[in-house]
């Protein structure tokens, strides 16, 4: 029986050059796995700020449809809006449009807003002046469709999130219901 006898020096040679491996891999997938993380929370929060804008455009056109007027719509949408304040003079504006279908054009019958964010209706801003609606929007002759557009200024929370905002995710959101 042969016994073969190691040289533990070698080994501890081999060892030392290693030491700071570890290191640089953890430095590495530190990085990695943060910038992952911080996109994932960017994206979370604009994709949860549209849903709570498309529930409240939603909600504030079937208030107008059911004749509340305007005003108090876009009041309620905007007290509505809680998580976004869009009351806040740098977050976001509601519009709140009645839009009338005679037999020759489209015509903007009233319209109220609430936010501070300069921002107009993509449907009109003269009253009695011609509306612009989607083919699929288009009230029948002799009838009203109320329209409410939301816009909000979206504010990353993360330092990637901020290089996302110029790149991928939109500065502005958007959203508009018709009723």
């Given at each position: 029986?042969?016994?073969?006898?190691?040289?533990?020096?070698?080994?501890?040679?081999?060892?030392?050059?290693?030491?700071?491996?570890?290191?640089?891999?953890?430095?590495?997938?530190?990085?990695?796995?943060?910038?992952?993380?911080?996109?994932?929370?960017?994206?979370?929060?604009?994709?949860?700020?549209?849903?709570?804008?498309?529930?409240?455009?939603?909600?504030?056109?079937?208030?107008?449809?059911?004749?509340i007027t305007l005003t108090d719509t876009a009041a309620a949408v905007v007290a509505a809006s809680s998580p976004l304040n869009l009351g806040a003079s740098t977050n976001g504006k509601v519009i709140v449009s009645a839009v009338y279908s005679d037999t020759t054009k489209l015509t903007l019958t009233g319209q109220a807003s609430q936010g501070g964010i300069t921002a107009s209706s993509k449907v009109g801003t003269t009253i009695n002046g011609t509306a612009t609606l989607p083919s699929n929007a288009i009230p029948p002759v002799g009838q009203t469709v109320y329209v409410t557009e939301i816009y909000y200024s979206y504010k990353s929370i993360t330092p990637l999130g901020t290089i996302l905002t110029n790149l991928v995710l939109p500065s502005q959101l958007y959203d508009v219901a018709y009723y």
């Open positions: 029986m042969v016994i073969k006898q190691i040289d533990h020096s070698q080994a501890r040679i081999i060892c030392r050059d290693d030491s700071g491996q570890a290191l640089v891999e953890f430095a590495l997938s530190a990085v990695l796995m943060l910038t992952v993380v911080f996109a994932i929370i960017d994206f979370s929060r604009a994709l949860h700020d549209l849903q709570i804008i498309t529930n409240l455009t939603g909600e504030g056109s079937a208030m107008a449809s059911r004749g």
